[in-house]
């Protein structure tokens, strides 16, 4: 299924996708609200990207006793380019784990278990906000260095196929 | 307010209290950002004559309004104060992160001023602002600074500090935020020093707005394709500076020997080809697509760097062509905080003393052992470093030959010899700070284009620089990064976001201006005048021996010329100060 992952190898450490994927949902630049980040060490520049890899760890959804965290069906067109681009065509569809907000109770164990710390309160809504994939355009992917880099790249789990879609 | 936060943070080192101030909004758009608001700021802040050591002389932190947003390069800042080092505006700029944070934490200025009673630390946690003791960080150098200001702030600040440099004032000790960006000219660490500030760290939670941000990300990313990844820009990605070394040895404007040739027999060995074969990982500053900063690995030493400026004053300037020593120098320049080109053009001109038999300071060109051993000597004034801590312009004229200091203005000059790039010479004679080539760059199109001469200089030369550095100082503003080849109508573009409205390049050509004047009435004010407007005679009446530039010479009376031409289309009087009807016409609101 569809996902983002930043490449430690290959992430230059500009933090583009959190401005982009935090201007597209809140509105405005705030990378401490980036549904992913890539944790950089300025003074030794060693990198470690986080970001949800939705139905191929689904801890959250697991954990969640509100069954507050759904799939919903997605086709993923990134802006540019991505590496599986010439095997699956422009457009990926899939499932992505999205926060059903009427079921949150802000119980916060999905918090706990995410091992990439990508799924948070959100501050003013009080519920929990992850990963959607930006309704099929990433702006993680949009605003990485793209054809140069690839370092967020959009990622295919074929152990996911199975899933069925809720939403 | 959209791309503002609409606070200037003071902070006051004498009591170790800090305040918010309303953003002057009537100067933010007057002068936008960056060097503009820094500069306005200055002249506000400051009395004529101002002694630069006094706890009164602000050091003026000022990103762009782009920082905080995802417009490439524009986490950058400008360092901004009276200059320990040679008393002109200190006008000094580093990429990083610390831009894009302080914006986030709700400030579009820092100003601090006074003095501390002991070493301290400023943190800054949005409106959260703390004193720390900081002798636990004494002597510090950089790495170890920054790791542990993380361990005891926040993991996810950034941060301006100093290093043993900056502690012990040294006149071109630099700021550094995030280990290899350097706020490197004009002494920025020694003001830091002389306030007993060793660094401010800042962590920002907040939101910078822009007005309908997913119209704004679909524009950025039109930008971010058309006029950003483009061959033009990403020889910096692909190549970076050390791709300048072929460039001006082959021009013969490559500083060699203390400036005593413009080629250099062991180019090779430290040019671009050099330094790609132990290149080992790219990186980039914070909200930029660019990402031109090479890391390199070789033996013990890994790190980023060297950039061209240092491969050409701390390598062919000392005779140094062996790349691992050269990787080790620049490091310990980064560790200790020192400017490297303020570095290489001292240990060049002492060397050069050394050789002709002036003064033995036990230093030889190419003499590894005690090249090594300078930064430590500088940045702790110890050894031979007390005495070279004086500076090239003090130093070369206590040796009775000032004509070996390459200097303008008492600032050490940078890799490019204007006898291989004629157009230098008034870019350097009339740069705001000294010798700098980061406010005209003529050697762009006479030798990398060679779209005009290198070896003319007229008033075509003297409009080239006066169009250049309007454009530079609007670019300043912003702060886009050199590296960004940004031309008026892509400025244009992210100036219609800001502004709401289309803004046309006679605008921004006018704010440049008014930025390049104010500077100019600031550097009068503090007593230069005409007569400072001088480069090294060498460079006007010694040709060079060898390489492509041999036996070229611009000569003094010729340049004295195109001066006054570059005066006269500046709107100055002969003494080189604008007059009424050009500050008037530039909306300027300060006089002398």
């Known amino acids: 299924m569809p996902h983002v992952m930043i490449s430690s190898k290959k992430c230059t450490g500009c933090h583009m996708c959190e401005l982009g994927c935090s201007a597209w949902h809140e509105g405005g630049f705030q990378p401490s609200r980036a549904r992913l980040f890539a944790d950089v060490n ?21 954990a969640c006793p509100n069954d507050a965290i759904v799939t919903r069906q997605i086709t993923v067109t990134p802006a540019g380019t991505f590496a599986g681009k010439e095997k699956v065509g422009e457009s990926v569809t899939g499932v992505v784990l999205v926060v059903d907000e009427e079921k949150c109770t802000n119980c916060g164990d999905c918090y706990d278990v995410c091992p990439y710390g990508v799924i948070h309160e959100h501050p ?26 690839l370092a967020v790249d959009l990622k295919i789990d074929k152990a996911d196929r199975a899933l069925t879609v809720d939403a | 307010m959209d791309f503002y936060q609409g606070n200037v943070l003071r902070i006051d080192m004498s009591t170790c209290t800090a305040k918010v101030e309303p953003l002057n909004m009537d100067w933010a758009r007057l002068y936008v950002g960056g060097k503009g608001l820094m500069l306005r700021y200055l002249w506000d802040l400051t009395e004529a004559g101002m002694d630069p050591w006094s706890p009164e002389n602000p050091l003026i932190v000022a990103p762009g309004p782009f920082a905080g947003t995802n417009v490439s390069t524009c986490s950058r800042v400008v360092l901004g104060g009276k200059s320990p080092a040679n ?39 949005d409106d959260k602002v703390e004193f720390v003791p900081a002798a636990k960080y004494a002597g510090m150098l950089t790495a170890e600074l920054e790791e542990s200001l993380r361990a005891d702030f926040d993991p996810h600040m950034t941060s301006l500090s100093i290093g043993p440099a900056g502690e012990h004032k040294l ?77 001006t040895d082959g021009a013969g404007c490559q500083p060699t020997r203390n400036y005593a040739s413009g080629t250099f027999a062991g180019a090779s060995h430290i040019n671009s080809e050099a330094f790609k074969k132990i290149r080992v990982k790219k990186r980039a500053c914070y909200q930029c697509t660019l990402g031109c900063r090479n890391f390199h690995r070789i033996n013990d030493t890994e790190g980023e760097g ?83 801590a004086m500076g090239s312009r003090a130093l070369a004229a206590k040796y009775g030959h000032p004509e070996l200091g390459m200097q303008v203005k008492g600032l050490e000059a940078p890799g490019y010899d204007p006898r291989g790039s004629f157009g230098m010479s008034i870019a350097y004679a009339t740069s705001d700070r000294g ?25 075509s030369k003297a409009e080239f620089n006066v169009t250049f550095q309007n454009h530079y100082a609007f670019k300043f503003c912003g702060i886009w990064c050199d590296f960004w080849a940004i031309d008026y109508e892509q400025m244009g573009m992210l100036m219609k976001h800001l502004w709401k409205r289309e803004v046309t390049e006679a605008e921004m050509t006018q704010i440049g201006e008014r930025v390049w004047n104010l500077g100019r009435l600031f550097n009068l004010r503090e007593g230069y005048t005409r007569a400072d407007d001088v480069i090294p005679e060498v460079w006007l009446e010694k040709p060079f021996t060898d390489g492509a530039s041999a036996g070229k010479v611009i000569g003094t009376a010729r340049f004295n010329e195109v001066l006054d031409q570059y005066y006269a289309l500046r709107g100055w009087d002969k003494d080189g100060v604008p007059t009424e009807a050009k500050l008037t016409e530039l909306g300027i609101d300060v006089r002398l």
């Open chain 1, 124 to 149: 003013e809504r009080k519920v929990a906000y992850k990963c959607d994939l930006c309704d099929g355009d990433p702006q993680c992917i949009a605003f990485c260095q793209n054809q140069y880099v």
């Open chain 2, 306 to 388: 060297p950039e061209y400026e240092t491969i050409a004053l701390c390598g062919s300037n000392v005779g140094v062509d062996d790349i691992d020593a050269l990787m080790q120098f620049n490091h310990l320049c980064d560790e200790y905080g020192l400017d490297t080109i303020s570095t290489g053009n001292v240990l060049g001109l002492a060397m050069d003393l050394t050789e002709k038999g002036i003064h033995d300071f036990g230093l030889h060109f190419g003499d590894l052992e005690a090249y090594l051993k300078i930064p430590e000597q500088l940045a702790l004034r110890t050894g031979v470093g007390a005495e070279l």
């Open chain 1, 42 to 62: 300025p003074t030794t520049a060693v990198i470690k990207g986080h970001s949800c890899l939705q139905t191929g760890c689904a801890k959250c959804q697991e």
């Open chain 2, 171 to 247: 006149l071109w000790a630099c700021v550094s935020n995030d280990q290899y960006h350097k706020a490197g000219r004009g002494g920025t660490g020694a003001l830091m020093g002389s306030k007993n500030l060793k660094a401010i760290a800042v962590a920002g939670t907040g939101r910078v707005t822009v007005g309908d941000a997913r119209a704004f990300l679909e524009d950025i990313e039109r930008i971010d394709t058309d006029y950003i990844l483009t061959d033009t820009n990403y020889w910096v990605h692909e190549e970076g500076t050390p791709v300048l070394v072929d460039v």
């Open chain 2, 87 to 125: 008393g002109t505006i200190l006008d000094s700029y580093c990429g990083g992160s610390f831009g894009s944070i302080l914006k986030f934490a709700g400030y579009d200025l820092l100003i601090v001023q006074g003095c501390a009673a002991e070493l301290t630390a400023v943190f800054i946690k």
């Open chain 2, 435 to 459: 010798a700098c080539h980061m406010r005209s760059f003529p050697i762009g199109v006479e030798v990398v284009e060679g779209s005009m001469p290198a070896d003319t200089l007229d008033e």
